[in-house]
Nanobody, 124 residues
Framework: VQLQASGGGLVQAGGSLRVSCTISGGSFSSSTIGWFRQTPGKEREFVAAIRWRGGGIRYADAVKGRFAISRDYSKNMVNLQMNSMKPEDTAVYYC??????????????????WGQGTQVTVSS
């Protein structure tokens, strides 16, 4: 399974940005797709997760109500719409695929396929 993240960029505080994860290769129908973010010197932080098939969406408290994760079956893509962005949202955003227990889908170590990351910068 290969994942490619895209759509990062620079946005002002309060603005919106969408990052996308295109998934290809292998079988990922039973996978959970997660978005994580990382800033220098810090551990990778869970942002959101969605089951590729069936229900199930989860958000980190820091983004709940501002970010929305969705999937597009026609494009094999998972999108993360980010609204009301804050400077603290600045990070490299990564998408990942795995089969973690749903209650543990915030654990980055349980994902075994990762995209290359895309930089998101929110200016104040």
């Amino acid at each position: 399974v290969q994942l490619q993240a895209s759509g990062g960029g620079l946005v002002q505080a309060g603005g919106s940005l969408r990052v996308s994860c295109t998934i290809s290769g292998g079988s990922f129908s039973s996978s959970t797709i997660g978005w994580f973010r990382q800033t220098p010197g810090k551990e990778r932080e869970f942002v959101a997760a969605i089951r590729w098939r069936g229900g199930g969406i989860r958000y980190a408290d820091a983004v709940k109500g501002r970010f929305a994760i969705s999937r597009d079956y026609s494009k094999n893509m998972v999108n993360l719409q980010m609204n009301s962005m804050k400077p603290e949202d600045t990070a490299v955003y990564y998408c990942a695929a795995g089969s973690p227990p749903w209650g543990s889908n915030q654990d980055a170590t349980l994902y075994y396929h990762w995209g290359q990351g895309t930089q998101v910068t929110v200016s104040s």
